[in-house]
């Protein structure tokens, strides 16, 4: 399959995205990095609760601890004046084991590639999808969205109104409908429409005898039918503010519908973006995109080196 290539970020929109963190940690770091310092247990015991603080998590930082311990041990560093830099060295390392590159369709093949986005009501999925969908438009993209999440008159509702705002199709039935058929009916059109990319939301809570879970397998066996090659990708928004509850989530929806990437959502609204680091280490599913803001246009493709970068200068 051919990987986008145009998963371009800027710099600017990371760092405002990451504002709060950053704040949040360097001001926790100061008393490390300022001077000099022995590499101490009571230094590793600082750094340690202000990662976890950062919302990286006990698993990642607990490794990443042991590892900056084993560096001192072996003479790769000798106090605090080189910790940062090896610090960044290391996330930068971690982190960009994760491909973030967004998998496309065959081109020539006359088959739209197809996203299926899910996650629970309240993490700003509706807003997400069209910040996606305007990604791929402003990147000579066709984009033809469904709204396949039914059972929530707002949800096709508030897709409908961002389909009008971003000048790009969308396929929907009335609030009740089987998503599967509103699924179904959407690939036909995005072939028939020689759409390039097919964003297919999702129902983001249970309802009446059928379990979100189901609903979803049951879409993508739609999907796979449909086109074997598809859905290229599952991404799932996650609410950067709800920190560790957000790792929780992706446990489950990886384990159901086999999820191929994160869109961190809210990231500008909290001093929680290590959540990141923690999603790598305990999901081992790559961060693609992140949301920074309210308006479509504030959405950037994941860079490791970018966003480590904003974290600590």
């Not at 145009?6 to 300022?34: Q, V, Y």
């Not at 310092?37 to 603080?53: A, W």
């Not at 199709?169 to 058929?181: C, E, L, N, R």
């Not at 086109?227 to 992706?250: C, F, K, M, S």
Request: with cysteine; net charge neutral; proline share 3%.
């Amino acid at each position: 399959m051919k990987l986008f290539d145009k998963l371009t970020s800027t710099t600017e929109g990371i760092k405002r995205g990451l504002a709060k963190t950053h704040n949040k940690l360097t001001k926790g770091l100061g008393s490390i990095f300022a001077f000099a310092r022995k590499l101490d247990d009571e230094v590793c015991e600082e750094l340690e609760e202000i990662m976890i603080g950062a919302d990286m998590g006990v698993r990642a930082t607990t490794e990443i601890i042991q590892d900056i311990r084993r560096a001192h041990k072996e003479g790769k560093i000798k106090d605090t004046t080189n910790l940062k830099e090896y610090l960044k060295a290391e996330l930068k390392r971690t982190l960009g084991e994760s491909n973030t590159a967004i998998r496309m369709a065959e081109p020539d093949t006359g088959e739209p590639t197809v996203i299926l986005v899910a996650g629970v009501n309240g993490t700003g999925k509706p807003t997400s999808i069209a910040k996606l969908a305007k990604y791929f438009r402003d990147n000579d993209k066709k984009v033809v969205l469904a709204a396949s999440d039914t059972f929530r008159a707002a949800a096709v509702e508030q897709l409908h109104i961002w389909s009008d705002r971003l000048g790009v199709d969308i396929v929907k039935h009335q609030t009740g409908a089987d998503p599967a058929a509103v699924t179904y009916d959407a690939l036909d059109a995005a072939i028939a429409r020689k759409a390039d990319v097919l964003i297919l939301d999702t129902a983001g809570r249970l309802h009446t005898r059928k379990t979100l879970m189901a609903e979803l397998a049951k879409i993508r066996r739609v999907i796979n039918k449909r086109l074997p090659q598809a859905p290229h990708e599952v991404i799932l928004v996650l609410d950067a503010t709800t920190g560790q509850n957000a790792v929780q989530q992706a446990k489950l929806f990886k384990e159901a519908i086999g999820v191929t990437g994160i869109f961190l959502a809210k990231l500008d609204g909290t001093a929680k973006g290590g959540i990141i680091v923690a999603i790598n280490r305990e999901i081992d599913i790559p961060v693609k995109f992140i949301g920074v803001g309210e308006q479509p246009e504030d959405i950037e493709p994941f860079d490791p080196d970018k966003f480590v970068e904003a974290l600590f200068d």
